[in-house]
């Protein structure tokens, strides 16, 4: 590419009428073992649990290990911030990232392409997601 990196500007040009979501992932990583990411889960788990109920969260979960059994402490979450440093500054204030159980690092993603589909079926109490 003669013109160097495409810019943000090129790429929502070339995105036309796709959705051009940004939203922001947290990609989150054990800094020393499993131990203190377990001695977290719980204030982690809350601190989750308000960002849901704020409307900051849009998904979040751990990533299995490569044999789709096991959990190396790894996990992603996705939000809606202002900017970058709105995202960092909610990773930041997760309990297993100010307690130094895991590091993470922030990327802006624009969601464009997907789809998904809610099914409630309100006489059994039931929902399914796909």
Do not use: C
């Amino acid at each position: 590419m003669s013109d160097g990196l495409p810019t943000r500007k090129k790429i929502l040009e070339l995105s036309g009428d796709m959705l051009k979501w940004q939203v922001y992932a947290i990609h989150t990583y054990p800094t020393d073992g499993l131990e203190a990411v377990m001695a977290n889960t719980g204030p982690h788990l809350e601190y989750q649990h308000k960002m849901e109920e704020e409307g900051v969260y849009i998904a979040a979960g751990p990533h299995w290990a490569d044999d789709e059994e096991t959990w190396e402490g790894e996990g992603l979450i996705i939000v809606r911030a202002k900017n970058l440093a709105d995202a960092r500054r909610i990773a930041e204030e997760d309990p297993m990232h100010s307690s130094g159980a895991r590091s993470f690092k922030v990327r802006p993603w624009l969601i464009n392409e997907g789809s998904i589909t809610v099914k409630v079926n309100f006489a059994s109490n039931s929902r399914e997601v796909s």
